[in-house]
């Protein structure tokens, strides 16, 4: 494990308790592992899926629709903008090689599901997971990327396969 650039710092992230609580708390910036940067955080979108764990909790960091920018000094990637691909892939299994990273049979973990999620100043990303946004976008529609416009793209190409 890399160390994060402020080991000694503390980040805000927002904790989901259920009962329709949810805090902002302070607690420690996390680790950055092998092959992965320090994401700061610009916009994480609401999901619908995020209503389940506002009504019922999770004693977590929930937020899967991330846009932020790399804050990794000195990394060939720090100040890139990008969304955050939450399906953690290997890159080199079956599934990965023909296109299926979110069927990857090696590493099964979302971020904002099963480790912290977006609604934190800071999440620590893979670097294949990064998913470099055009200046043009701006910073709030970028989240729209990644499931409203992913999500429907995906469904129209993979109906054109069958509807002629
Ligand atoms: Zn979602
Ligand atoms: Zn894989």
């Known amino acids: 494990m890399n160390v994060s650039p402020r080991p000694n710092s503390i980040m805000q992230a927002a904790v989901f308790h259920g009962g329709d609580r949810i805090t902002i708390e302070r607690v420690a910036m996390p680790d950055v592992g092998t092959g992965e940067v320090l994401v700061r955080v610009s916009r994480t979108a609401l ?8 009504h019922k909790g999770a004693e977590f960091t929930a937020g899967h629709e991330i846009f932020g920018v790399v804050e990794q000094p000195g990394h060939r990637l720090h100040g890139l903008r990008c969304a955050v691909y939450i ?28 480790r912290p999620g977006g609604y934190a100043e800071y999440v620590p990303v893979p670097e294949n997971c990064l998913l470099p946004v055009p200046d043009d976008i701006e910073d709030s529609l970028a989240p729209l990327l990644l499931d409203t416009i992913g999500t429907s793209g995906h469904a129209v190409r993979f109906v054109s396969r069958v509807v002629p």
């Not at 999901?47 to 506002?54: N, R």
């Open 87 to 114: 399906p953690l892939h290997c890159d080199h299994c079956a599934a990965c090689k023909r296109g299926d990273t979110q069927m990857c049979l090696e590493v099964s973990s979302l971020i904002g599901w099963n």
């Open 47 to 54: 999901c619908g899926s995020d209503f389940k764990l506002w």
